[in-house]
């Protein structure tokens, strides 16, 4: 018996289907808040180390790397949290069906822009 394997396989050309797009951006953006942790504990300690840290961590937030890189976090936390709530639906049993797979993971994908945009608009961090 022989088995022929792919000799190439280019994984740009193929298409994933929606469900498994949400579910690769829900590792990913597990993986950017545990990344996230350390950044965040320096800046925190660095920020209670008296004034000087204080406003060293504060002129940090002024950058725009800074600020896009907290646009990322915030859609990480947000992805992350709807996305996961559509896997424990889906892990009791809902929602498995071909389309209704499909409309949620659009959900869960719009859902979290949507989150996103008024995260932003009503925080004024980014004024």
Known sequence: MHITRPV???????????PAFVSILH????VL???AIPVAAVLFDRALSGP?????AAALFDSWFIKAALVLMIWSLLHH???????????LGLGLD?????????????AALAALV?????GGTFR
């Open 81 to 91: 949290l709807i996305a996961g709530i559509r896997f424990l639906v889906l892990d």
């Open 33 to 35: 808040m545990i990344l």
């Open 118 to 122: 008024a995260v932003i608009a009503l």
């Open 52 to 56: 000087e840290g204080f406003a060293l």
């Open 98 to 110: 071909r389309p209704v797979a499909r409309a949620t993971a659009w959900t869960a994908l719009i």
């Open 8 to 18: 190439f396989l280019d994984l740009w050309r193929i298409k994933l289907p929606i």
């Open 27 to 30: 590792r990913v953006s597990g």
